[in-house]
């Protein structure tokens, strides 16, 4: 499954400071079992803003994970709390229909 948000930093931070972060959070949320990578994408046209992608082998393993085990995650997300806008856009299956070029 994936667990899709958008992420828009306030003036005064920086997406390259946001994405500094969330590498070092995210490679400590990948030892949660079920955990299968993450993504960053920065928005064309808006600076400010990123899509972030995490896959997980089930929605039961995300829902799983505590990011309160660590130290380090709880004070990244505490910092990003303050300086970015969370936009929370879903949960996905992964994809029963596909096209793709041959």
Not at 39 to 62: F, M, N, Q, T
């Amino acid at each position: 499954m994936k667990f899709i948000f958008e992420v828009r930093v306030k003036a005064g931070f920086t997406v390259e400071e946001y994405a500094q972060g969330w590498v070092e959070a995210s490679e400590i949320i990948q030892q949660t079992p079920g955990a299968r990578g993450t993504y960053l994408h920065r928005k064309i046209g808006e600076p400010d803003k990123v899509l972030a992608i995490a896959h997980w082998d089930s929605k039961a393993d995300r829902d799983a994970k505590d990011d309160s085990r660590s130290e380090k995650v709880k004070a990244i997300l505490a910092k990003h709390a303050k300086v970015c806008e969370v936009t929370v856009i879903g949960e996905f299956d992964e994809p029963e229909w596909q096209v793709l070029p041959e």
